[in-house]
């Protein structure tokens, strides 16, 4: 592929597809480093410092993925023989390779969660261990903001969170898409993180850097997690280069998810005037289709023969599907035809 084929080609699979403007790539190979294992690379120093303020929490760690943000918050919260309360569609459940087992001795209770990523309070109160040498120690329950694309309403965390209060609990906030849900609801970051103990967040999702994630809480925990990061080879030394892309990101692309929203938005209709309105679900910038398997991939390669890839029957909008993208994939679905 030529640099103007991965320009032209529209990639609805994920948001993690971007490729870095040129606008970051010069803040990145201009960026200031040092060895960050001696926390002596300014630009990382400078992405934590921003990251954390901007949730208003203490303290924040770079991490070169969102699996591994995740896997450093369980570490600092739990003890080998302890245990997440988690659902059992989350990220940190399904599609982390069951990390925290794995490499951290930490069990998983997966419990229910619906379309909006919430688990109920019964079902939670119901995972809770009581001290009793038979079972695994509760330490943490795991949330999920956005899920696959929809926002935790508002008004449920805070009940979450006197739940673990009650049981002395920690809370957890996977929030690959956090932002995604603080423009969709119109809030600050820090409204979104407020009540977790911990945070984490992706910078190579829809705010489209190339590389990187970050752990966001109080001190001691990432003082913690710095520790857990250096023992699963996650330390790197003048990670600079790629934290840069992170900041210009942080500080230069929150403001545009909203315009993938609005485009997610756009095709939604579009796919609901041609398949109806109960195929089709919009959560930010995901579509989500419901369609019988042979007719999905009937449309799946409709698109594909005109260079539009998508993957799951769940699409994904970013920075890179520009209005040009947007045109040509609107009239290509409307030259589809069903039968
Ligand atoms: C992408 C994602 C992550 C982290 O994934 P990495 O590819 O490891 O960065 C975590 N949680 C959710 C919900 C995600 O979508």
């Known amino acids: 592929m030529t640099d103007s084929d991965v320009m032209n080609s529209i990639d609805l699979r994920s948001d993690t597809v971007t490729q870095p403007s040129s606008a970051m790539r010069d803040v990145m190979r201009d960026a200031p480093v040092g060895d960050d294992v001696y926390v002596e690379d300014p630009t990382i120093i400078a992405l934590e410092s921003y990251a954390a303020n901007l949730l208003g929490k203490e303290a924040a760690i770079f991490a070169p993925s969102g699996t591994q943000s995740n896997l450093l918050g369980l570490l600092a919260h739990c003890q080998r023989g302890d245990e997440y309360i988690v659902g059992s569609n989350a990220h ?18 997966s419990i229910p969660m619906d379309q909006q990523g919430c688990m109920s309070l019964e079902d939670i109160r119901g995972a809770v261990k009581p001290d009793d040498i038979h079972f695994a120690c509760s330490k943490v329950v795991c949330l999920e903001n956005t899920h ?76 913690s997690a710095r520790r857990w990061r250096k023992v699963l080879g996650g330390g790197m030394r003048q990670g600079g280069i790629i934290a840069a892309g992170g900041l210009h990101a942080l500080t230069h692309h929150v403001d545009h998810l909203v315009l993938d929203h609005q485009r997610a938005d756009r095709v939604a209709r579009v796919l609901q005037s041609k398949f109806g309105a109960g195929a089709v679900r919009l959560a930010t910038n995901m579509i989500h289709l419901n369609l019988p398997p042979a007719n999905y991939e009937k449309l799946a390669l409709w698109l594909a023969d005109s260079g539009i890839k998508v993957g799951r029957p769940r699409w994904v909008f970013h920075r890179d599907i520009d209005d040009n993208a947007e045109a040509k994939l609107c009239d290509r679905i409307s030259g589809f035809n069903a039968s």
Do not use: M, W
């Open 92 to 109: 940190t459940f399904r599609y982390e390779g069951g990390g925290a087992a794995v490499l951290g001795s930490i069990q998983p209770h």
């Open 148 to 223: 696959a694309g929809t926002p935790l309403p508002a008004g449920y965390v805070p009940q979450v969170r006197q739940l673990c209060d009650e049981f002395s609990l920690a809370l957890h906030l996977d929030g690959a898409r956090l932002f995604n849900a603080a423009v969709a609801q119109n809030v600050s970051p820090a409204v979104i993180a407020e009540h977790f103990d911990s945070v984490s967040i992706c910078l190579s999702k829809g705010l489209g850097a190339p590389v990187g994630s970050l752990l966001v809480g109080r001190a001691d925990l990432i003082k």
